[in-house]
């Protein structure tokens, strides 16, 4: 059976009218649900054929000081999705977010199978518990996404481009980039659909959980940034996010790389629904600095 067709077990495909689509309307959830259903790659980790790798080029992917933390995010997201997926009632959303919570515990598998493959060594995983507040883990999980995705699309795009990564390598992980976008299509068209229909006295709740999520977010990433905590590791892990480009033996500025990740985003995004909406808030910062950090140089001049 077509993995799709059996998330879809109890939810009948709704068809998705032509023309401009009301955001929170009927129409639009059919459209971001059908949309995840339908674009589903049913690739199975168990069959990867992790391609050999020389022993420079191994040894550098090794060194990269993210795969302890990509694991275990990838565990927490799987969980947390899944989770705030046993309480949707709406039979098609919950067939998208169940969809969801399968692939990226599917990204798990890929990363630990990836891992094992190349003998890198890894720290014990954390126990992933079901979160108290699943519609809270289930936005934390979406925005955070929201930010690595981002940057995780320019870094893939210079370690294509720069040979960090063999072709084959790239082409392995190529199905993981392409549903990391399918998620964060799906998330904030979520977030804009159920904004138009909770009911109005959750509203408040609801938005105070998005402040404290991107508070929690920007704290989290500035204090690793800083080496906050009791050891270095989860700073390293956070620089390369920011930095990673160092890492993969390319000297890029900042603003170059932020125009590549703007652009790649761009491109990873493309081919979905126009109708959808398209995550705003770090393109948009982004952008934002780019046009400071062109003000500022054109003072210094």
Known sequence: MNIANGFRHFAQPEPVPA????????????????????????????????????????DKIVSLPIWDIAV??????????KTFGEGVADPLLKAAVD??????SRHKIVLADMVQAYGIELSPEPAYKRPRDPEFAFMRTGYSECIDSFFGFGLFKLAKDSGFFPEELVDTFEPVMREEGRHILFFVNWVAWWRRNMPWWR???????????????????ISMAKGMGEDNTKAQENNFTLNGSKE??????????????????????APYDPRLIRPRFVPAMMRLALRFAGGRKGEAA
């Not at 929170?24 to 069959?47: K, M, N, V």
């Not at 275990?72 to 999705?81: F, K, P, Q």
């Not at 509203?203 to 990433?221: N, S, T």
């Not at 170059?256 to 985003?265: D, F, H, M, S, W």
């Open 203 to 221: 509203r408040p709740l609801f938005e105070a959980k998005v402040l404290i999520v991107w508070m929690f977010l920007i704290g989290e990433r």
């Open 248 to 269: 993969l033996g390319v000297e890029v500025t900042f603003p170059e790389l932020a125009r590549i990740c703007l652009a790649e985003n761009d491109r990873r995004l």
């Open 99 to 104: 969809m969801n919570g399968f692939e990226e």
């Open 19 to 58: 023309g401009p689509i009301r955001l929170g309307s009927p129409e639009h959830r059919a459209l971001f649900c059908q949309t995840l259903l339908d674009t589903h790659d049913p690739y199975r980790p168990a069959l990867i054929d992790w391609p050999k790798l020389d022993p420079a080029t191994r």
């Open 72 to 81: 275990a995010t990838e565990g927490r997201a799987g969980m947390n999705v």
